[in-house]
């Protein structure tokens, strides 16, 4: 991107095990969410705590609801989460 002249930022999520787990790579005009990333962190280890039992849904916070994944769920995430149970 240098040799473009193009400029950018990001942030990655390394789990413990070295894998990336998340990222995020954006131009100067638009700034990072600090708030968003410790969120997804949060999400990350507790999906990784719950060795993988459990899955965190659009906006989940510490404490909220989560979904148990599995092939009764394909399909129908939007019949048990609501988004109004991700914000307080």
Known sequence: MEDAGVEARGRFLIDPDGIIQGFEVLTP????????????MQAFQHVRNSKGTEATPSGWKPGKPTLKPGPDLVGKVWEVWKTSMAFD
């Open 29 to 40: 005009p638009v700034g990072r969410n600090v708030g968003e990333t410790l969120r997804q």
